[in-house]
């Protein structure tokens, strides 16, 4: 952005290499894929792999014995962040203006969601590492966190493999699962959760995500049945644009006890738009499709300060990117399941993982910075 040509560094390179270089951070960035275990199925399209970058910024100055490197992850999700092409672009000249500064880099990628994503994160984890601080008290300022309570992701399926999918997830120690709806008839749906409710008992608690699946009559009828079925939470069931019809729903008698969530809804109008319609309960943030978890952050305080609920979830990232979903979490006071535990989706992953799951919650890393290791490797 603020490239001096009459102080131009040196002269020398490929003749694009010509910016000042005021920083002395370098990022790096590869491209990676990675095969779901099962494809995951939702009204809003089968996910079957996740292609994205990892980045690496290195602080060239740094003494040798002092970390100073910081990881972040860009996994661009079709309908939901800028496609791979052009987040690579955004990467590339994010590359370039990081010489100028760290701001200039993320501005660079400013509208490229998933690459602001990656970028910084990537700043924020070599931050955090520099100050010896868990990435999740690095941007909350706040106590302290052992766990976030976690949702199993549950794909479209048949009744059957859906009652066996969410048994599967309470035996292994889930007590919240999040049921994909809105491929099937409403009453195919319905019928899914009834049998689901009756295998697992009341204790378990059930929420679904319509993905923007249905009309108005047929939330209705889903709606009321969900109520006795003791749902907690229907999430986005009708197209984002319609805050007016989530705003009905919520006052719809029969309901009741069923809170109404907004994901595509939230990307779409924001929190003012949101709240000014009394259209949601809660809002489903997504770091990796609003720009980053600095924007999530603040998205989250903001909610929170109008009543409304804010759920961490992922767009099936790698696990440098879920990691930091997971410190995004533990930064938020008192926030609900959140849908990080989608490790298991994938049949590969960048690198190990630090999250360990126990008995439906993450347990938070508590290593400086994001806390994950040897995913860059040579
Ligand atoms: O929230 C979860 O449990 C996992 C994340 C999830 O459901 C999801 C994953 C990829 C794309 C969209 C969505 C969604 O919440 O709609
Ligand atoms: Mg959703």
Redesign the pocket.
Known sequence: MNENPDRGGGGEGDGDDDGERESTLELEYRPFSLELATS?E?A?GT?DSRDGFLVRITDTAADGDEAAVGYGEATP?AG?TESLEDCEAALERASDEIRTSPAAALEAADRQVAARHAIALALADLQATREATPLYRYVGQGPMVGRVPV???IGDGSPSETVHDVSDAVERGFDCC?L?VGRRSVEADIERVRRTRSAVGPEVELRV?A?EAWTYNEAVTALEAFGELDVSIL??PLPAGSLAGHADLREHEGGEGVQIAL??GFLEHGVDAICEAQAADAV?L?PMALGGVDVARKAAAWVQELEITP?V????DGVVARTAAVHLAASIPDVPA?????AELLASDLGRDPVLLEKGSAVVPQAKGLGVEGVWTE
């Open positions: 995951l939702t809003g996910i999700l939901w949702n199993a992701t999040k994909k995500d993905n999430e986005q994901d595509e489903v997504k759920i979830t992922t767009t099936i959140c849908g990080v535990a989608t």
